[in-house]
């Protein structure tokens, strides 16, 4: 009598698991998110995400130039906005000289060969701290999406490679990228936060950048109306196809970990990179968890990105991106 097959041969020693490993984490995996402030030597650590920062412009340039010698190439920006900047319709959002559009041209300069995307939704330039426009107690579809067109063309004027709309609006897509081909920008990209759910992870990220929801009479406390309810799972094929049908170069899901059977679904369905969003309070549970020594910090960050990169990320935004780097090269 013997096992009809020992499995465990493939798993003897470290050299067989390394030739029969299916999923390896490299730097070209990650896009790495980077928050901007106003002001001169600022680096702010966030308080619900331990040694995660803001960065103003000066040190952004530091910042981008080690990611860059680290085997790092694409960042993320999001800017957070001085409330005296914002309004209703986030009008900060289109200045050509905001913040965020100085951010991608101090990229581009620190780094020319810095792949740079930029968050498109207007929330951190929203007094209510929501993605869109609000009328009578209800976020505005169209008027909202011309206001992400808008923000999405000085965003390419600026010189970012492709914009990242995480605001969930229907027929964003098609009328950015109308508007990029009218305007000459045919070369930029979308990104698109396709499958994106109201989700309580996204806590540490508001706090952040200061744009959680208001709690105002008459302003939605949530984003129920425009992000998906984490309990369905066929309206995130249908949100990625349109959103591939509307020009999308790249979908996304979001958050990661509770939805990698998303993840899978829809890398089995489509033919562009998909991208996971390992999101801030994914990011804030395990670094509370390491520094109460409750988990393996190290071991830990390598399992989630490899069962992140597993169920069918091509590319994974990740606050842990330079952990990744450190860890693979130590
Ligand atoms: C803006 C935006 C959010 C995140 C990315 N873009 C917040 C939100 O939708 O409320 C979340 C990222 C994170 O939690 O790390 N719309």
């Known amino acids: 009598m013997y096992p009809l097959r020992r499995n465990r041969r493939l798993r003897t020693n470290e050299a067989i698991r390394a030739l029969v490993r299916e999923t390896i984490i490299s730097p070209n995996?990650?896009?790495?998110?980077?928050?901007?402030?106003?002001?001169?030597?600022?680096?702010?650590?966030?308080?619900s995400m331990p040694n995660y920062f803001r960065y103003s412009l000066d040190l952004l340039e530091k910042e981008v130039k080690e990611l860059w010698?680290?085997?790092?190439?694409?960042?993320?920006?999001?800017?957070?906005?001085?409330?005296?900047?914002?309004?209703?319709?986030?009008?900060?959002?289109?200045?050509?000289?905001?913040?965020?559009?100085r951010a991608i041209k101090t990229v581009k300069n620190a780094c020319p060969e810095m792949l740079v995307m930029t968050d498109v939704a207007l929330d951190p330039y929203s007094a209510y701290g929501h993605d869109g426009i609000i009328e009578n107690g209800r976020v505005l579809n169209d008027a909202s999406v011309n206001a992400l067109t808008a923000m999405s063309l000085s965003h390419a004027?600026?010189?970012a490679d492709f914009v990242a709309p995480s605001d969930m609006m229907d027929g964003r897509i098609l009328s950015i990228r109308e508007a990029f081909e009218q305007e000459g920008f045919v070369n930029t990209g979308i990104m698109s936060y396709s499958a994106k759910y109201a989700s309580a992870f996204y806590g540490p990220f508001r706090d952040a950048l200061d744009s959680a929801p208001v709690d105002l009479i008459d302003i939605p406390k949530d984003k129920k109306s425009y992000q998906m309810d984490y309990a369905n799972r066929s309206e995130a094929l249908i949100e990625t196809e349109m959103d591939i049908d509307e020009g999308a170069d790249i979908v996304m899901v979001k958050p990661g970990l509770c939805y990698l059977d998303i993840v899978r679904d829809i890398k089995n369905i489509v033919n562009v990179p998909v991208a996971v969003y390992q999101v801030s309070g994914e990011y804030a549970m395990l670094k509370a968890a390491a520094e109460k020594g409750w988990l393996n910090h190290d071991a830990v960050?390598?399992?989630?990105?490899?069962?992140?990169?597993?169920a069918g990320a091509d590319i994974m935004a990740s606050y842990f991106a330079k952990d990744v780097v450190r860890i693979l090269n130590s």
């Open 69 to 101: 010698n680290m085997g790092l190439k694409s960042v993320l920006l999001f800017a957070k906005v001085p409330d005296n900047l914002k309004d209703n319709k986030g009008t900060e959002a289109s200045n050509p000289n905001g913040l965020m559009q």
């Open 29 to 47: 995996d990650f896009l790495v998110p980077l928050f901007v402030v106003e002001g001169k030597s600022i680096k702010d650590e966030i308080p």
């Open 301 to 310: 960050v390598m399992e989630q990105v490899t069962a992140i990169k597993r």
């Open 157 to 159: 004027q600026a010189g």
